[in-house]
T-cell receptor
Framework: KQEVTQIPAALSVPEGENLVLNCSFT??????LQWFRQDPGKGLTSLLL?????REQTSGRLNASLDKSSGRSTLYIAASQPGDSATYLCAVTGNQFYFGTGTSLTVIP | NAGVTQTPKFRVLKTGQSMTLLCAQDMNHEYMYWYRQDPGMGLRLIHYSVGEGTTAKGEVPDGYNVSRLKKQNFLLGLESAAPSQTSVYFC????????????FGEGSRLTVL
């Protein structure tokens, strides 16, 4: 069974810092990897989708990379802002979606 | 541009009562999913559907039933609610898990007393 791990579980950084969130998975036979943001009491909002044939995707200050062979993905957030504070989850797709438990990010003004 | 809509957003039940959560999507997606999210447990798949008239069990199906009578709707039922079913329930849909993007509703918070 696919296992998805996100380390660290929580991260606190000062405003303006660049940061990297990690996602690792055990089975490299995936179709895509998706990064989500979840604000407290809210649903999951899709941030970036990387197809298995792609290496990275960018949206504004966000850049996600995918290395299938090593079973890793990273989400890079540039120039972090307090509004980036949220929980970030990754999900990989095989015959269904497999989720990590997320990294709770706090950006301190 | 509604996307995935869940109703109700909040509900309090007494043990043994029944209820139905409704999920509606307007993206013509074939695949629909019900998840529950609990602290420290992450998202766990309850049931899913690969098209109108089909349903399948996920990771934690016990105590729940589902129906997909129309392509745009996916219903999650609790026949006899238990305190262990206190959770936040999320509905999601996708064109396909094989490369398709997953879209979530805002969630339904259920408390069983």
């Amino acid at each position: 069974k696919q296992e998805v791990t996100q380390i660290p579980a929580a991260l606190s950084v000062p405003e303006g810092e660049n940061l990297v969130l990690n996602c690792s998975f055990t089975d490299s036979a995936i179709y895509n990897l998706q990064w989500f943001r979840q604000d407290p009491g809210k649903g999951l909002t899709s941030l970036l989708l990387i197809q298995s044939s792609q290496r990275e995707q960018t949206s504004g200050r966000l850049n996600a990379s995918l290395d299938k062979s090593s079973g890793r993905s990273t989400l890079y957030i540039a120039a972090s802002q307090p509004g980036d504070s949220a929980t970030y989850l990754c999900a990989v797709t095989g015959n269904q979606f497999y989720f990590g438990t997320g990294t709770s990010l706090t950006v301190i003004p | 541009n509604a996307g995935v809509t869940q109703t109700p957003k909040f509900r309090v039940l007494k043990t043994g009562q029944s209820m139905t959560l409704l999920c509606a999507q307007d993206m013509n997606h074939e695949y629909m999913y019900w998840y529950r999210q609990d602290p420290g447990m992450g998202l766990r798949l309850i049931h899913y559907s690969v098209g109108e008239g089909t349903t399948a069990k996920g990771e934690v199906p016990d105590g729940y039933n589902v129906s997909r009578l129309k392509k745009q709707n996916f219903l999650l039922g609790l026949e006899s609610a238990a305190p262990s079913q206190t959770s936040v329930y999320f509905c999601a849909s996708s064109y396909s898990p094989l490369g398709g993007e997953l879209f979530f509703g805002e969630g339904s918070r259920l408390t069983v007393l």
